[in-house]
């Protein structure tokens, strides 16, 4: 079965300072999907990044790039620059090519300090 | 316009009233899902469905039903509800033929169960 867990429940970062934020998951699909969305007091889920699990590149998106490391089954979100708009529940989430059955890890409230 | 609508956006209701609540996506994407969201707890699957003819069970389907009245609209009822059902609710969308995953989120429904 799916599973995706984020054991940090909340984290806290200085402006302008990194943070990375950690997933793990398991599956015994080879063809899958992993993301971060971002849920800001708004309640409305954003898509930060996703990552494909055929590309051994990690995915970059501005100043939100994750750390693959897929023997491990881990799927790290890093924040540069943090700003406070980053503030928000980090959700992530992992789907299998062929299901689209998504799961989502329980969450990580994500603090930015000024 | 908001690509994935959700009606109500909050809703108060009492023990063993019938409720339901609606869901319209603009995009053409043929699969629907809906999703309880609880602290501490992420976001759990209810239903989810790959075209009008096609409906399955999530992981918590149990006092929950659902209906895909056309590809555009998904809809939750909850028979009659309880109070352990107070919980904010997402429909989300996806497309079969996108190669990249990813889903796309209404703005849900808080709902209140008294």
């Known amino acids: 079965a799916q599973t995706v867990t984020q054991s940090q429940p909340e984290m806290s970062v200085q402006e302008a300072e990194t943070v990375t934020l950690s997933c793990t998951y398991d599956?015994?699909?080879?063809?899958?999907?992993l993301f971060w969305y971002k849920q800001p007091p708004s309640r409305q889920m954003i898509l930060v990044i996703r990552?494909?699990?055929?590309?051994?590149q990690n995915a970059t998106e501005n100043r939100f790039s994750v750390n693959f490391q897929k023997a491990a089954k881990s799927f790290s979100l890093k924040i540069s620059d943090s700003q406070l708009g980053d503030a928000a529940m980090y959700f992530c989430?992992?789907?299998?090519?062929?299901?689209?059955?998504?799961?989502f890890g329980t969450g990580t409230r994500l603090k930015v300090l000024a | 316009d908001a690509d994935v609508t959700q009606t109500p956006r909050n809703r108060i209701t009492k023990t063993g009233k019938r409720i339901m609540l609606e869901c319209s996506q603009t995009?053409?994407?043929?699969?629907m899902y809906w999703y309880r969201q609880d602290p501490g707890l992420g976001l759990r699957l209810i239903y989810y469905?790959?075209?009008?003819?096609?409906?399955n069970k999530g992981e918590i389907s149990d006092g929950y039903s659902v209906s895909r009245q056309a590809q555009a609209k998904f809809s939750l009822s909850l028979e009659s509800a309880i109070p352990n059902q107070t919980a904010l609710y997402f429909c989300?969308?996806?497309?079969?033929?996108?190669?990249?995953?990813?889903?796309?989120f209404g703005p849900g429904t808080r709902l209140t169960v008294l």
């Open positions: 989430a992992h789907t299998t090519s062929g299901t689209y059955k998504y799961i």
């Open positions: 469905s790959f075209d009008v003819k096609d409906i």
């Open positions: 989300a969308t996806s497309d079969t033929t996108a190669a990249r995953g990813e889903q796309f």
């Open positions: 990552q494909e699990a055929y590309k051994q």
């Open positions: 599956t015994s699909e080879s063809d899958y999907y």
């Open positions: 995009k053409g994407h043929d699969r």
